[in-house]
């Protein structure tokens, strides 16, 4: 299994401002995925980071929006950017488990933007 | 369209009951199904079915998966209040994972 780190674990953002997510994984991997989660609700996949490549970005998702970073095969980025209340929310990285497909998660970032 | 719906939403059991957690699908390129549970941010790896008719079992849960009529169940035995999560059902198409809403269990002691 892949262990895999945050950071931050949670923040407090005024409207307007931009928060990095970082992303950490304690082993190679090709495929990352970048999640948000609003209260009550599942999990929406907001792109897939594989190194190498532009972000793929689900619909109703946006680059300039959320942009993302994927320097190496152990480390991603998620920027949300000019921040709304609307935002607030957990946000998790994860990776596939290679031949076996299962995913691993991070441990989320809680966002909360007055 | 690809989906995932997972039912009941919600369920509220008492300590000791046995409760059954429905998840179907409909994906192009199935290629294996997930079941997590999430208490509090991060939802934690439980079982993965990629056979029809093989139950995967850890202590008091088990899963089957049912690749004929596109299903899976989850079953928690003699539950307790440590059980209470959101239990999370995806399907991995080999490109993407597809989460349903899960289903939210309250176990009452």
């Known amino acids: 299994s892949a262990v895999i780190s945050q950071k931050p674990s949670r923040d407090i953002c005024q409207r307007g401002t931009s928060l990095t997510i970082q992303c950490q994984v304690d082993?190679?991997?090709?495929?990352m995925f970048w999640y948000r989660q609003q209260p009550g609700q599942s999990l929406t996949l907001i792109a897939t980071a594989n190194q190498g490549s532009e972000a793929t970005y689900e619909s109703g998702f946006v680059i300039d929006k959320f942009p993302i970073s994927r320097p190496n095969l152990t480390f991603s980025t998620l920027t949300v950017s000019n921040m709304s209340p609307e935002d607030s929310s957990i946000y998790l990285c994860?990776?596939?488990?290679?031949?076996?497909?299962?995913?691993?998660f991070g441990p989320g970032t809680r966002l909360t933007v007055t | 369209e690809d989906k995932v719906v997972q039912s009941p939403l919600s369920l509220v059991v008492h300590e000791g009951d046995t409760v059954t957690l429905n998840c179907s699908y409909e994906v192009t390129n199935f290629r294996s199904l997930l079941w997590y549970k999430q208490e509090k941010k991060a939802p934690t790896f439980l079982f993965m079915l990629t056979s029809s008719g093989i139950e995967k079992k850890s202590g008091r849960l088990s899963s089957i998966l049912d690749k004929k009529e596109l299903f899976s169940i989850l079953n928690i035995t003699a539950t307790q209040t440590g059980d209470s999560a959101v239990y999370l059902c995806a399907v991995w198409t080999g490109n993407q994972f597809y989460f349903g809403t899960g289903t939210s269990l309250t176990v009452i002691p």
């Open positions: 082993s190679q991997v090709t495929m």
């Open positions: 994860s990776v596939e488990g290679g031949h076996s497909y299962e995913q691993y």
